[in-house]
């Protein structure tokens, strides 16, 4: 079982930026890729980005490179998702999630991938 719980969400303006944080809980020595997704209000779960256990490989959903940086410390069980230039229509229910891998050098990106889901947390981005 992993729990997690996101936090860092709120309100900004168009162009300005914020960090999500995702703290993970496990009694368990597995690996685990990590990754972030966001839903909008009337539209599909979608990808935002992914991160595998080691931290070294990363994936970002095309809408999203070059502005969103997610990241790891696995030391402290944390994921972040640095999120820069953001626009209104970014605004929905981030959530992070966890998948058990086998390499810990792979990255996850599909939802049924995921085993384990936070509660989510609102992100608006104001015009």
């Known amino acids: 079982q992993v729990r997690l719980v996101e936090s860092g969400g709120g309100l900004v303006q168009a162009g300005g930026s914020l960090r999500l944080s995702c703290a993970y809980s496990?009694?368990?020595?597995?690996?685990?890729?990590m990754g972030w997704f966001r839903q909008a209000p009337g539209k599909e779960r979608e990808f935002v980005a992914g991160?595998?256990?080691?931290?070294?490989?990363?994936d970002y959903a095309d809408s999203v490179k070059g502005r969103f940086t997610i990241s790891r410390d696995n030391a402290k069980n944390m994921v972040y998702l640095q999120m820069n230039s953001l626009k209104p229509e970014e605004t929905a229910v981030y959530s992070c999630?966890?998948?058990?891998?086998?390499?810990?050098?792979?990255?996850?990106?599909?939802?049924?991938?995921?085993?384990?889901w936070g509660q989510g947390i609102q992100v608006t981005v104001s015009s």
């Open positions: 496990t009694r368990t020595s597995s690996y685990y890729a």
């Open positions: 999630a966890a998948d058990p891998v086998l390499r810990r050098d792979y990255v996850s990106r599909w939802p049924y991938e995921f085993d384990y």
């Open positions: 991160v595998s256990w080691s931290g070294g490989n990363t």
